[in-house]
């Protein structure tokens, strides 16, 4: 079974209606382990030692934030900064990362139809990501398609509850199986087909 | 007329209080005016002072071996140490040189090689006491120049000790027969011994300074720290310099050189600063009675029978000296000026020839004629040099263009830090800890003489002392301090430091910690512009840290912490900027403030505290959202 880190950044968590929800539905699994960045270094002064270690007790990465101006939170940032450091990520003796999964798990606003090039925001999601795509390549990590909870101002409880179900369930196809093969065909890991059966 | 001891003081305060102003408005060193002083109330001019002058001479030297103990303590050991080279290399061949050119020409003027032998060491010798004020009062301590001198003073402090032993070999007539009581002026304890006995004495009791500064002085100055009676301390600083002097002289060492060890064995205990300011006014008024002395011993009797022998003999003399200097700052590669400086600077003879010249007397190597002559051209060089170094400073220096503008920091002076940190309690202490991270060095001050004594355990330069005296503060390096931080306690102590550190020394940036919101008023009011107030952001991260136990987000809290630090030091400014007119209005404020606060408070708590903090709120963007969705679904 494949461990999971999850490293959790949203300045405002306790206002924030769809993360709660998300969260709550997997905080507890089991294999799964949930960092919450914004609480362990409201200062902003990470414990880069400490992360290194938790980088390396797991095998798949999520980056889990909300999308603000089309980026992570400022913490998410300074985490990638900090941690990722030459000659352990990344460099000749950067080997620290190699071969680990990576993906980034994120909110927006605005619905998958806006994320196109024919919506208000003119990018897919995908392509929004690029530079935490690259980063994770250059640590020779795999990175895996996002998991994308999208157009959340409109979505009911209801639906929020049964994305942090989907959420929950995609994480276990991960702790069970993350061969690329069985996700060739996503864009998004919202399509993989065993969470929609 | 000169029986009362009143009288003679009041004669030659008063000489000093005139002349002394009156060469400084000249633009003279003081020196000049306590030798101008001493000639006026002389024998010769207006008669105050008449024979007593000499004993008057004797006691004033002490002033020149306090001096050398304060040079002492502001000499650490292993700089000390670092000096060796200077010392010996400098010194040595200055007093080598001057003593072989000098033989030749007292040789060539036909005096017995026994009195041009003994005129020839009087004459190597410069004068520390006529130097080492002038640096002082020029700061040029830390020249090239400065150093050289110093290093040369010293060298020939040491030598002196052996001149003295030479001098009786000197002597055709047995020295036992000298009668008792003008033999005992110059004898000592080891007279009569071998010479390796004598010399063994000598270690021993250098050695029995060196011990007894450690495990002596400083116990004592700490029991006597203890009472916080500050007489005894001064007490117990006169009396260290008093028994060492009386040490060396029962051995037959030079009493300045034995306080100068002195000072350098105490140089790196908590108490530098203390004994400092405690023994300079002392020092100072000895020097200048030291001076008058001088002044009132020039006897003008001598000149007026033999002007033209006396000026030959002065202006060969200076010229021998300078040349011999100049060719040793060549010899050491120092730039031009600071070698003129140098040449001219060292070219008087010394107040050690007073000594040589009245023990080479008693030993009938000198005739009472060959004596005065001798005494009277070391006065008049003492007399003379500090009218050439002025004109060589105005009339010279300033056309030579090498003018060494970079002070060098010399290897002796103990560095002296940019920040003063006075009080070394908890406060204190982490800040010190938290700068000396930083490579930041602080001069320390405290008043805790145990808590200094644990500290220096510790590693930290700790110096004991009241921070309220603007003279410790000084020689704390005051004048070069770029911060003085003031971590005290007491809120009135600190009120007195900030108020004294502002009148003298408004440029020095004041970082001032205060107990609370009262303290801090009173400081803003003074005019203290950073103002860190113990019982603020400790408590405010404390009460954060209690919220996030009950579930508040850290992040959150952080942000507002910070928020309410900013609020709280806003209204604190406009508080204190509206002073108040009298003490009902002032609580009034206070009060209104204090409601202020409390109103904010209250809308925070209104808002769901969020007040000021609608970022990365979605809430409002879902509204909008949720209406359009409204609309939609409305439509037909």
């Given amino acids: ?197 | 007329m000169t029986g009362s001891i009143l009288f003679e003081a009041i004669v030659f305060l008063a000489g000093a209080l005139i002349c002394v102003p009156l060469a400084k408005r000249l633009g003279l060193s003081s020196v000049l005016g306590y030798l101008m002083a001493g000639i006026l109330i002389g024998p010769y001019v207006l008669g105050f002072v008449g024979e007593e002058g000499e004993d008057i001479l004797h006691f004033a030297e002490f002033g020149v071996v306090m001096m050398l103990f304060l040079i002492g303590l502001e000499i650490e050991p292993k700089n000390f140490w670092n000096m060796r080279k200077t010392i010996l290399g400098m010194g040595g061949a200055q007093v080598l040189a001057t003593m072989l050119v000098a033989y030749f020409l007292f040789d060539m003027m036909g005096y017995s090689y026994e009195v041009s032998l003994t005129f020839s060491m009087a004459v190597a010798l410069s004068s520390t006491a006529i130097t080492l004020q002038t640096l002082k009062e020029k700061n040029l301590f830390e020249t090239t120049y400065g150093a050289s001198s110093f290093s040369i003073l010293l060298f020939q402090d040491i030598i002196v000790i052996f001149m003295l032993g030479v001098i009786p070999l000197l002597s055709s007539m047995d020295t036992a027969t000298l009668p008792a009581e003008e033999h005992s002026d110059h004898a000592n304890l080891l007279e009569n011994l071998p010479l390796g006995l004598q010399t063994l004495a000598i270690i021993v009791s250098v050695v029995l300074i060196v011990v007894a500064g450690r495990y002596l002085f400083v116990p004592m100055l700490r029991k006597v720290a203890m009472t916080r009676v500050r007489e005894l301390l001064t007490a117990s600083a006169l009396l260290i310099v008093f028994g060492i002097s009386f040490l060396m002289e029962l051995v037959g060492l030079s009493p300045a050189l034995g306080a100068f060890l002195g000072g350098v064995v105490l140089a790196t205990s908590e108490f530098k600063h203390e004994l400092e300011s405690t023994l300079e006014p002392f020092k100072d008024l000895l020097l200048g009675l030291f001076f008058i002395a001088v002044g009132a011993s020039i006897n003008f009797i001598v000149i007026k029978e033999n002007p033209w022998g006396i000026g030959g003999l002065l202006f060969s003399i200076i010229l021998l000296k300078a040349l011999v200097l100049y060719a040793v700052g060549a010899l050491f590669k120092l730039k031009l000026d600071q070698r003129l400086l140098l040449t001219i600077g060292l070219a008087q003879i010394g107040e050690f020839a007073f000594v040589l010249l009245s023990f080479a007397f008693q030993l009938n190597i000198l005739s009472g004629e060959q004596m005065d002559t001798m005494l009277v051209v070391t006065a008049l060089t003492m007399a003379l040099t500090p009218i050439l170094a002025m004109m060589n400073e105005r009339l010279i220096l300033p056309n030579i263009g090498t003018r060494e503008t970079e002070k060098r920091p010399i290897d002796h002076i103990a560095k002296q830090h940019k920040v003063i940190l006075v009080g070394f309690g908890h406060f204190g202490s982490t800040i010190g800890r938290f700068l000396r991270s930083h490579g930041i060095e602080a001069t320390i001050l405290d008043f805790d003489s145990n808590r200094v004594d644990f500290l220096r355990k510790m590693g930290f330069e700790v110096h004991y002392g009241d921070a309220t005296r603007i003279d410790l503060l000084e020689s704390a390096g005051i004048a070069d301090a770029q911060v003085l931080i003031s971590a005290l306690d007491h809120p009135a102590t600190t009120r007195k430091l900030i108020e004294i550190v502002k009148k003298k020394y408004p440029n020095v940036d004041m970082m001032v910690r205060a107990k609370n919101r009262y303290e801090a008023y009173e400081l803003l009011n003074m005019g203290v512009e950073n103002i860190y107030r113990e019982s603020l952001d400790t408590s405010v991260k404390m009460a954060s840290d209690v919220l996030s136990k009950m579930g508040f987000r850290k992040y959150t809290l952080y942000r507002q912490a910070q928020n309410f630090i900013k609020l709280d030091e806003e209204s604190l400014r406009r508080l204190a900027a509206e002073r108040p007119k009298d003490e009902k209005e002032y609580i009034f404020k206070a009060r209104e403030e204090m409601a202020q606060q409390e109103k904010v408070m209250d809308q925070d708590w209104q808002r769901g505290i969020y007040q000021n903090d609608n970022h990365w709120d979605s809430e409002q963007m879902r509204m909008a959202a949720a209406a359009a969705n409204r609309k939609k679904s409305n439509k037909p």
């Fill in chain 1, 1 to 197: 079974m494949n461990s999971i880190l999850i490293l959790f950044a949203h300045p405002k968590f306790e206002q924030s209606r769809t993360n709660k929800m998300l969260v709550g539905e997997i905080e507890k699994m089991k294999g799964v382990t949930f960092h919450d960045l914004y609480e362990h270094y409201p200062d902003f002064h990470i414990n880069i030692s400490f992360e290194k270690e938790l980088l390396a007790q797991h095998d798949i990465v999520v980056w889990h934030h909300p999308m603000y101006w089309y980026s992570c939170p400022p913490l998410m940032k300074q985490w990638i900064d900090l941690v990722l450091e030459y000659n352990w990520a990344y460099g000749p003796d950067g080997k620290a990362l190699l071969n680990k999964k990576c993906l980034n798990v994120i909110t927006t606003g605005g619905s998958r139809e806006l994320y196109c090039s024919e919506g208000s925001n003119h990018y897919s999601v995908n392509e929004f990501l690029r530079p935490f795509e690259q980063t994770a390549r250059l640590c020779g990590m795999q990175y895996l398609p996002p998991f994308a909870i999208m157009g959340t101002h409109r979505l009911s409880d209801d639906e929020l509850l049964d994305m942090g179900r989907q959420y929950a369930q995609m994480l276990q196809f991960l702790q069970d199986d993350c061969s690329p093969q069985a996700m060739k065909d996503c864009s998004m890991l919202n399509d993989l087909e065993q969470l929609n059966t």
